[in-house]
């Protein structure tokens, strides 16, 4: 039987789709369904490589038939995928900002063992709020997603095929895909739904059910040929070109359409388009499958290469000439790499690919926990939290500057206050109780609200405060504002300013402290507001303050707004230091 030519047909669309909406998102908003196509491609792919494995006489025993299996995909998937994070790893020490450093290598390490889908914990959080903390790893959520997939197919095949007659397949995989999508609206957050496996399972199952229908006699082409059916033909061939239309109107859209609905269409007429398109024309012409050939490089290697751009290249632009070169280069990489890697390794012995796979898994080990090993071998007044250092330590400007990258990189850890009761949280955002007052002499209650400068601050905060307290209460959002939110993250930080205020109702201080960057009150004033009654920031400022000042007994203090910083120049401060320069004027 010849090869099925229009899945990679189907797959190539789909990573078309993914490059739109990466590299062009306000062209193609609703390009991220190509990994919806993926995961349905792969359900596909894992049948009909189960279907092969179980009818072979190889494999006398359960157990030889699901290592098989194992075999088989992690041979295709680990080697390039390994490869992918060792060079992503040794470009961000080279090219990717300081600021960005540290989440990217927590990242790598969850994407080494296939749990980037995880829910991201608060720390993460807030550095992916953050515009510079682009993660090069990002993209590895949906291969996560289909590795743990792997973990339980073998098991409910067996189960399925094995043990019940054939006409109950495609309804006992029916029933499992309505299960999962069950779950996933009823039970899941839209992000949970998003990155569970098991709320993902519904898709697999429409690509399985794909491939067990096509299978059959009474489907295949040939056999209505044979049995003179033209009305079959006729109407497979309208139900092809029907879903093929449809799946390329709604990836050119150019409006984002409602997430959940378009998912659930377009995931079935995915499964049916792979169904009814055997030999298809359209979908198995050379350009279109030669890019779902190249899909698995293309994949991988484009996200790292974007993200470089928009962290150091983009400079605050959605599009731009480097944008096309990156796009190029991503291109021409991932087509070196499947034509002089990928199709190489494939044709190697086991023994070889193992080889390969556990050298590239240790290198990886070693680039990810590189600086976390030397921050522990280092002295203590030279590691990341600077402990010990005083004005009469005496540093080459050499040293000065790697000491001051190694701060940028684990700013994070500056927040964590040591007085600080976090509760059930990890710290160091969200709320926290400090300890060590005199409860029964101390005066006044405190709480201190705002971004991470309220968490960064709260050590100097505490030392200065704690003598006249009975109680300090620190609550800290991760890039939110506590009065208003009007551009940054608006998504996550209007909701935080119910929070706030909730928390300023709970704890009743004595005194209230905002202590925040204040990024959306340093914008213009609108030149149409020609009294602040008409500027909008100034009265979401006044409403969210007046939903706190009835809470507060004596005096609330609000830390002014500061002037933005340029990041780009505070890698410059050592080096204007050591040739000279008048700071003054390098601080305008």
């Not at 990258?405 to 927040?415: E, L, T």
């Amino acid at each position: 039987m010849n090869k099925r030519l229009d899945p990679q047909g189907v797959r190539g669309l789909a990573i078309l789709s993914v490059l739109g909406f990466h590299f062009l998102p306000d062209v193609f908003p609703n390009g991220y369904l190509g990994v919806d196509q993926f995961f349905v491609l792969s359900g596909f792919l894992m049948c009909m490589l189960l279907r092969k494995s179980s009818i072979s006489a190889s494999y006398k025993s359960n157990f030889q038939f699901i290592v098989a299996f194992y075999h088989r995909r992690l041979k295709r998937i680990l080697p390039l995928y390994l490869l992918v994070i060792m060079s992503s790893s040794i470009f961000l020490f080279w090219m990717i900002p300081d600021t960005a450093l540290l989440t990217n290598l927590r990242s790598g390490e969850k994407a080494l063992i296939f749990i980037s889908n995880r829910m991201a914990t608060l720390e993460e959080d807030y550095f992916a709020r953050l515009s510079y903390a682009t993660d090069i790893f990002t993209h590895t959520w949906s291969l996560s997603v289909e590795v743990q997939f792997y973990l339980i197919i073998p098991l409910i095949y067996l189960l399925i095929i094995r043990t019940l007659p054939q006409k109950c397949h495609i309804l006992c995989f029916t029933i499992l895909g309505l299960f999962s999508f069950m779950y996933s609206k009823l039970f899941c957050t839209e992000t949970e739904a998003f990155n569970s496996v098991f709320a993902r399972v519904w898709q697999f199952a429409i690509g399985i059910i794909a491939n067990i229908v096509s299978e059959t006699k009474l489907w295949s082409d040939d056999y209505n040929q044979i049995e003179g059916s033209k009305n079959a033909m006729i109407w497979k061939k309208v139900m092809k070109n029907c879903c093929l239309v449809l799946m390329i109107v709604v990836l050119i859209y150019p409006i984002k359409l409602p997430a959940g609905t378009i998912r659930t269409l377009f995931t079935i007429v995915t499964g049916l388009l792979i169904m009814i398109s055997q030999n298809d024309e359209i979908l198995s012409v050379r350009v279109l499958t030669y890019i779902g050939d190249v899909s698995y490089s293309l994949y991988l290697i484009h996200w790292p290469i974007y993200a470089y751009w928009k962290l150091v290249l983009s400079a605050g632009s959605t599009m731009n000439f480097q944008l096309l070169l990156i796009f190029l280069i991503s291109v021409v990489l991932s087509v070196i790499s499947f034509e002089f890697f990928e199709k190489k390794y494939l044709r190697l012995p086991d023994r070889q690919i193992t080889k390969i796979c556990i050298f590239l898994f240790l290198t990886n080990v070693i680039l990810l926990e590189y600086p976390r090993v030397e921050d522990i071998l280092t002295a203590p007044g030279f590691g990341s939290r600077l402990d010990g250092l005083d004005e009469n330590t005496y540093m080459s400007y050499e040293k000065v500057e790697s000491l001051h990258r190694k701060w940028s990189i684990y700013d994070y850890r500056n927040f964590y206050a040591p007085s600080c009761d976090y509760g059930d949280g990890a710290g160091p955002l969200g709320w926290c109780e400090h300890t060590g007052l005199d409860k029964r002499n101390g005066k006044f209650k405190f709480l201190l609200i705002g971004n991470c400068w309220a968490a960064n601050h709260a050590r100097i905060f505490y030392d200065e405060c704690k003598v006249q307290a009975k109680r300090i209460v620190q609550f800290s959002e991760a890039g939110c504002d506590p009065l208003v939110s009007h551009r940054y993250n608006v998504e996550y930080c209007v909701p935080a300013l119910d929070r706030y205020a909730e928390q300023v109702e709970k704890e009743k201080p004595d005194y209230l402290f905002l202590m925040s960057r204040m990024f959306d009150i340093g914008d213009p004033i609108p030149q149409n507001a020609t009294v602040l009654g008409y500027d909008p920031i100034s009265q979401s400022m006044k409403n969210q303050l007046n939903k706190m000042v009835k809470h507060v007994k004596k005096k609330i203090y609000i830390l002014t707004s500061l002037p933005a910083i340029i990041d780009g120049n505070i890698a410059k401060i050592v080096e204007k230091l050591r040739s000279g320069a008048d700071m003054d004027e390098f601080d305008r």
